[in-house]
């Protein structure tokens, strides 16, 4: 008899996993044998950048109940401004010139002590917090994913490492995933159970949990680098 859609469903999300899981062994490969030209890695952030401007947010605006958040700001046109509608270029802010690491933590412990200790901590747990799980499959390396979607982030507000390949992004981040990040982290009252439900469907709902603090803790971190660097610029 006809295999029931439930089924059917699970039979193509373990196929997604494992395809995930062979993409991230090739790019291992691509990496270990190959590196890019400077020149062809930024070509390839600046067509990831214009790329993730034109993801919408919620895949179709209607199905997405609007809730209305304006309670909580005092400022009500406070919110994310999409660049890509407005034809706006967003300029390249590069790591090298400033980052967390180096610039930002350093900063904000001289403004405000111990809490640059307490961000890095908090930023360092997000992005480090790993079951070495991938759905089923135990003792994952799950770090070139971690990067992948901290720095898919980190591109959709312009900031470039130079050290990194944006070519991965688009080989393991697929559509509906980054759908769901940009909602979460640009309009976050658009999400809904329906996006939740739609991207890596046979992974855990802890692993999708740490997905969540991984997007919230990114966006984060890239708010205050382009604040503290207009303060660094401010002081001097």
Known sequence: GPVPQAERGDGLSLCEVEALMEKMKQLQECRDEEEASQEEMATRFEREKRESMLVCSSEDEESAPARDVSRHFEDTSYGYKDFSRHGMHVPTFRAQDYSWEDHGYSLVNRLYPDVGQLLDEKFHIAYNLTYNTMAM?????????????????????????????????NQLLDRSFKVYIKTVVCTPEKTTKRMYDSFWRQFEHSEKVHVNLLLVEARMQAELLYALRAITRYMT
């Open 137 to 169: 499959h135990k003792d994952v390396d799950t770090s070139m994913l971690r990067r992948a979607i901290w720095n898919y982030i980190h591109c959709m507000f312009g900031i470039r490492y130079d050290d990194y390949d944006y070519g991965e992004i």
